[in-house]
């Protein structure tokens, strides 16, 4: 008989689990998902299943036949995972493409650091950005997208990306964001990616997770607050060159990846204190590739940039001690 080992008091029992708090991101992500397959049609949802079945798939396989551990997929973990790499890339994205991705976002991101909780950067931004770097004429065509019932959709360049052709080309901030009406920013997605069909959606979310105490606003907040006062700045300082501060917060993938990938448990920090450093390192570094990066979008950078950077804050800002003052 094996012998019982029990800590040291005191004891704190919850009734939460890995898979009940991974089940309540899954319904926060529901109206995104809905959203999305409503938008792009059946196409998204061929999209959805590729990378959740891959990711799921992988990480069976690779726990069973290379760990020899037992199964993790029932954590739900992966799910997650396949559900953002899939609302990360152009419905258009071949499923081979897509299995790539998923192979890289939990065989190398994930699975190479021992699974769920010891993995450094969010897999699914890491396989995104593998994707990026190497499949970029995938990664970044936005073909007119037809919606469930065949309803008719803008086509052409991202918002972000508009802003930058138009820009190298002598066009002013002003002339190139009026073709843009912020109810449409907010309600609808005008070219993108799959997780950025819908504002709304996505805060619904994570107004949910706030509610279920599955995490914390401090992060979500601090990189929203940064973005804005950032964006301020330069659009005060030149506005025929910089966007506004609306327009930047409403843009790109910044509400999908501040709201469900930056406050992942495992790679952000464990204090509030450090989350906030955490947040505003996401939201400087987001506006300052937006601003002068050759590349138009930076949430998925900056999130990556700053995991690397969660056991420094982790080591400066410790928690309390329980029962410390």
Same mark, same amino acid.
């Given at each position: 008989?094996?012998?019982?080992?029990? &800590?040291?008091?005191?004891?704190?029992? &919850?009734?939460?689990?890995?898979?009940?708090?991974?089940?309540?991101?899954?319904?926060?992500?529901?109206?995104?998902?809905?959203?999305?397959?409503?938008?792009?049609?059946?196409?998204?949802?061929?999209?959805?299943?590729? &990378? $959740?079945?891959?990711?799921?798939?992988?990480?069976?396989?690779?726990?069973?036949?290379?760990?020899?551990?037992?199964?993790?997929?029932?954590?739900?973990?992966?799910?997650?995972?396949?559900?953002?790499?899939?609302?990360?890339?152009?419905?258009?994205?071949?499923?081979?493409?897509?299995?790539?991705?998923?192979?890289?976002?939990?065989? $190398?991101?994930?699975?190479?650091?021992?699974?769920?909780?010891?993995?450094?950067?969010?897999?699914?931004?890491?396989?995104?950005?593998?994707?990026?770097?190497?499949?970029?004429?995938?990664?970044?065509?936005?073909?007119?997208?037809?919606?469930?019932?065949?309803?008719?959709?803008? &086509?052409?360049?991202?918002?972000?990306?508009?802003?930058?052709?138009?820009?190298?080309?002598?066009?002013?901030?002003?002339?190139?964001?009026?073709?843009?009406?912020?109810?449409?920013?907010?309600?609808?997605?005008?070219?993108?990616?799959?997780?950025?069909?819908?504002?709304?959606?996505?805060?619904?979310?994570?107004?949910?997770?706030?509610?279920?105490?599955?995490?914390?606003?401090?992060?979500?907040?601090?990189?929203?607050?940064?973005?804005?006062?950032?964006?301020?700045?330069?659009?005060?300082?030149?506005?025929?060159?910089?966007?506004?501060?609306?327009?930047?917060?409403?843009?790109?993938?910044?509400?999908?990846?501040?709201?469900?990938?930056?406050?992942?448990?495992?790679?952000?920090?464990?204090?509030?204190?450090?989350?906030?450093?955490?947040?505003?390192?996401?939201?400087?570094?987001?506006?300052?590739?937006?601003?002068?990066?050759?590349?138009?979008?930076?949430?998925?950078?900056?999130?990556?940039?700053?995991?690397?950077? $969660?056991?420094?804050?982790?080591?400066?800002?410790?928690?309390?001690?329980?029962?410390?003052?």
């Amino acid at each position: 008989m094996s012998k019982l080992l029990v &800590s040291p008091s005191p004891h704190i029992h &919850s009734k939460d689990s890995t898979k009940s708090l991974m089940l309540d991101v899954v319904i926060a992500l529901i109206p995104a998902v809905i959203c999305s397959v409503v938008f792009y049609g059946w196409q998204e949802l061929l999209v959805l299943g590729v &990378s $959740v079945a891959s990711c799921v798939l992988l990480e069976w396989a690779i726990t069973k036949y290379m760990l020899k551990a037992p199964s993790t997929i029932g954590d739900l973990s992966a799910v997650i995972t396949g559900i953002l790499l899939a609302l990360n890339v152009p419905y258009t994205t071949p499923w081979w493409v897509i299995f790539i991705g998923a192979v890289v976002a939990i065989g $190398v991101a994930k699975m190479t650091f021992g699974g769920i909780g010891q993995n450094i950067w969010n897999p699914a931004l890491v396989g995104r950005v593998f994707l990026l770097v190497s499949f970029p004429t995938y990664m970044t065509t936005w073909n007119a997208p037809k919606g469930l019932f065949g309803a008719d959709a803008v &086509s052409g360049p991202t918002p972000l990306g508009a802003i930058q052709e138009g820009l190298m080309k002598g066009s002013t901030v002003q002339e190139l964001t009026s073709a843009y009406d912020y109810k449409d920013l907010l309600f609808a997605n005008l070219g993108g990616s799959a997780g950025e069909v819908c504002a709304l959606a996505l805060l619904a979310g994570f107004v949910y997770l706030c509610i279920r105490k599955v995490i914390k606003p401090w992060i979500t907040l601090s990189i929203f607050a940064t973005v804005a006062v950032t964006s301020l700045i330069f659009w005060g300082i030149h506005p025929a060159r910089f966007t506004d501060p609306l327009f930047n917060l409403l843009t790109g993938g910044l509400i999908l990846g501040a709201c469900f990938m930056a406050t992942d448990y495992v790679t952000s920090p464990m204090s509030v204190k450090g989350g906030i450093v955490f947040g505003i390192g996401i939201g400087f570094l987001t506006m300052m590739i937006r601003y002068f990066g050759s590349y138009p979008e930076g949430v998925s950078f900056a999130i990556l940039i700053m995991n690397s950077v $969660v056991p420094l804050l982790n080591m400066w800002f410790k928690q309390k001690k329980f029962g410390r003052k």
